[in-house]
């Protein structure tokens, strides 16, 4: 069982940079692959970036490619999102979410599916205003 907490959600201007965390509050993210993704009012929930277990591959959504980075703590049991040059069309609330199996690598497309994580975060809002 794994519980990720996210935090570091907020409201910043065009262009700005916030960072994400998301935390285990109950089990460990060692060995597993973890993503986020997010949902905007109205929309479906949608890939961001994805980084496997051994933090050796990170895969990213194409909207946001070259403007977000996803990073994992192991020994910390964190993992970050760090998102630069933020737009308007990024605000949405923020998962993180983890699989449930360990040291476990997919094919490039299964780390952007939903499908992929057991765990689920309640998720942090992000608001980017012009």
């Known amino acids: 069982q794994v519980q990720p907490v996210e935090s570091g959600g907020g409201s910043v201007q065009v262009g700005g940079s916030l960072r994400l965390s998301c935390a285990a509050s109950?089990?460990?993210?060692?060995?597993?692959?973890m993503g986020w993704f997010r949902q905007a009012p109205g929309k479906e929930r949608e890939f961001v970036a994805a980084?496997?277990?051994?933090?050796?591959?990170?895969y990213y959504g194409d909207s946001v490619k070259g403007r977000f980075t996803i990073s994992r703590d192991d020994a910390e049991n964190t993992v970050s999102l760090l998102m630069n040059n933020l737009k308007p069309e990024d605000t949405a609330v923020y998962f993180c979410a983890s699989d449930s199996r360990r040291r476990t690598t997919y094919t490039a497309s299964h780390y952007g599916r939903r499908g992929t994580y057991d765990y689920w975060g309640q998720g942090t809002q992000v608001t980017v205003s012009s």
């Open positions: 109950v089990g460990s993210f060692t060995d597993r692959v």
């Open positions: 980084i496997s277990w051994s933090g050796g591959t990170k």
